[in-house]
């Protein structure tokens, strides 16, 4: 369905970023991104749930639970939000999908079966109903670590660089650069001919 795709919410971490701990500024901005070109009550909320999260994760004494509460916050204003502002279209909850992601990361026993139990339960497509609940409930699953997300991410299924995108983005802001493996860093550098330090100078 048209404008309720995930693309609002894998580039929204900024939007976390520039606003450390302040999640309602986070919220405000993932609104106006999205509006443009992800105006849907569900594609916004699938945004605010990151961002919030990202927002969250900024604050030094961040955990993976106030991280997730910060997601579920942020979805559910972002619904909120988005039927006023935006366009609502009949389609599952983001903050209800993300409550039951984080359940199946709880209930499973390793990250294969918890990834097992993302694509056949809430599914990783390209619906932010489904990719951005699995994104969340695979940072649950890995305890907030950004290489594990990362690869979790990758290997989950269908839109697999979007969700990886997400789960590293909530994870390396909460665990910090020094837990992003250098080597991956190095060559994502190299490969793109990037700068990245200067980009986020």
């Not at 929204?12 to 405000?28: F, Q, V, W």
């Not at 839109?159 to 983005?169: E, F, L, N, P, R």
């Not at 001919?193 to 200067?198: D, K, M, V, Y």
């Amino acid at each position: 369905m048209m404008g309720a795709t995930n693309g609002g919410a894998m580039k929204i971490s900024p939007a976390g970023l520039i606003h450390p701990g302040n999640i309602e500024g986070a919220i405000r901005d993932a609104v106006s991104i999205c509006l443009p070109t992800h105006g849907t009550q569900t594609a916004i909320s699938a945004a605010c749930a990151i961002a919030a999260g990202v927002a969250e994760a900024m604050k030094p004494q961040a955990t993976v639970f106030t991280v997730v509460k910060a997601t579920l916050v942020g979805a559910m204003e972002g619904e909120t939000l988005g039927r006023k502002k935006g366009r609502i279209v009949p389609l599952p909850s983001v903050w209800e999908r993300i409550k039951l992601a984080i359940i199946l990361a709880l209930k499973a026993d390793h990250i294969e079966e918890a990834n097992r139990l993302f694509s056949s339960v809430i599914g990783t497509g390209l619906a932010a109903y489904e990719s951005i609940p699995a994104a969340i409930g695979i940072f649950v699953a890995c305890n907030g670590d950004p290489r594990q997300c990362v690869i979790a991410g990758a290997n989950v299924g269908y839109d697999t660089d979007t969700i990886a995108s997400m789960a590293g983005a909530l994870s390396g802001t909460l665990k910090g650069f020094n837990h992003v493996p250098k080597d991956w860093y190095r060559t994502v550098e190299k490969v793109n001919g990037l700068n990245l330090r200067a980009i986020a100078k």
